[in-house]
């Protein structure tokens, strides 16, 4: 099951209704508590710039595709962390994995994953 990754602009609308509602909740408290509009500007220019900041990170972190949800787990490559054989961690597009291997791996090898077993584990085999 592939699942469709968000778009930016999926993500901009998403962020520009939240961040909406948030200016609106500022402009409430402006017209109905009588905030002083000395204590507005503050409120408004640090909502744009948070907002400006979590929108770019969202948009990293939300493009890339996850692993978990990809049914193509032999294209994926990595490090062993340390000497893998029935048991061992490989390093794979920054995550750490459980992994296992049907030959023995010594540490800092390069390897690719063959499939996934186990739940969490990855079956991996030297590159």
Avoid: C
Avoid at 66 to 77: C, I, N, R
């Amino acid at each position: 099951m592939k699942g469709t990754l968000p778009t930016k602009a999926d993500i901009r609308n998403r962020f520009m209704f939240m961040y909406g509602f948030y200016i609106i909740i500022v402009i409430l408290l402006w017209i109905f508590i009588d905030v002083r509009f000395l204590y507005i500007v503050p409120m408004l220019i640090t909502l744009f710039i948070v907002g400006y900041f979590n929108y770019k990170i969202n948009v990293k972190v939300l493009s890339k595709r996850p692993m978990m949800s990809s049914d193509d787990f032999h294209e994926f490559t990595g490090v062993a962390m340390e000497d893998i054989g029935n048991k061992g961690h490989v390093k794979i597009r920054g995550e750490i994995w459980k992994a296992k291997s049907l030959e023995p791996i010594r540490s800092g090898s390069k390897v690719r994953v063959v499939d996934l077993v186990d739940k969490m584990t990855l079956l991996v085999e030297e590159q």
